[in-house]
């Protein structure tokens, strides 16, 4: 059973930073291709960054490249999302997804973590 859980949100002011973590109970984590979405308020979940575990080109939307950056611990199944310079854009639940597979863009991610706050004032 695949469980994603993240922590990392919080209030900060606009210029700062924050870095998200995503733990995952997986058995390889290699294996997966793993995805931050963001969901502003009243606004569709979108999909700001992407990557492969164990190697791979990650993707970032245009509104977050050069702000954004993935890091991971591989022995602790855990993925990072460095946030910097955030604007008040940025606010929103931030979601962590995966799929056991290669990553490309547009798929479908059957893993969902329940989301962690950031607000950006």
């Known amino acids: 059973h695949v469980q994603l859980v993240e922590s990392g949100g919080g209030s900060v002011q606009a210029g700062g930073s924050l870095r998200l973590s995503c733990v995952a109970t997986?058995?390889?984590?290699?294996?997966?291709?793993m995805a931050w979405f963001r969901q502003a308020p009243g606004k569709d979940r979108k999909e700001v960054a992407q990557?492969?575990?164990?190697?791979?080109?990650?993707w970032y939307a245009d509104s977050v490249k050069g702000r954004f950056a993935f890091s991971q611990d591989n022995p602790k199944k855990t993925l990072y999302l460095q946030i910097n310079n955030l604007k008040p854009e940025d606010t929103g639940t931030y979601y962590c997804?995966?799929?056991?597979?290669?990553?490309?863009?547009?798929?479908?991610?059957?893993?969902w973590g329940q989301g962690t706050q950031v607000t950006v004032s």
């Open positions: 997986v058995t390889s984590f290699s294996e997966y291709c």
């Open positions: 990557i492969k575990i164990g190697g791979g080109t990650p």
């Open positions: 997804a995966a799929v056991r597979s290669a990553c490309y863009r547009g798929m479908h991610y059957p893993y």
